[in-house]
Nanobody, 122 residues
Framework: QVQLVESGGGSVQAGGSLRLSCAASLVTSNNYCMGWFRQAPGKEREGVASIASDGFISYADSVKGRFTISKGNAKILYLQMNTVKPEDTAMYYC?????????????????WGKGTLVTISS
């Protein structure tokens, strides 16, 4: 029903920037929550940022002020990552769910991308 494909991962030095993209296809609802999650080796998955179909945005405290989530045309989701830190190193996943109303960065999602790896070096 919903297909999510991430891109933009890679390696960057601490303090640098990169942008992740998520292309959504076969979306059947205009009411949804979309967001970014990440998981580092040996750690639990954590929500990073989310945006609802009405524009409501939520960020984890660890990325607030550095990361920006936005939605482009054709339901393209972006995560702009600025002043990155080594602790940002993780597999980043794009996720989505059909949802009526606002959602926060740790919202339970129903659809997931395969992930894109982000590595931050010191």
């Amino acid at each position: 029903q919903v297909q999510l494909v991430e891109s933009g991962g890679g390696s960057v030095q601490a303090g640098g920037s990169l942008r992740l993209s998520c292309a959504a296809s076969l979306v059947t609802s205009n009411n949804y929550c979309m967001g970014w999650f990440r998981q580092a080796p040996g750690k639990e998955r954590e929500g990073v940022a989310s945006i609802a179909s009405d524009g409501f945005i939520s960020y984890a405290d660890s990325v607030k002020g550095r990361f920006t989530i936005s939605k482009g045309n054709a339901k393209i989701l972006y995560l702009q990552m600025n002043t990155v830190k080594p602790e940002d190193t993780a597999m980043y996943y794009c996720a989505a769910s059909v949802w009526h109303g606002y959602c926060t960065h740790n919202h339970a999602m129903n659809y997931w991308g395969k992930g894109t790896l982000v590595t931050i070096s010191s």
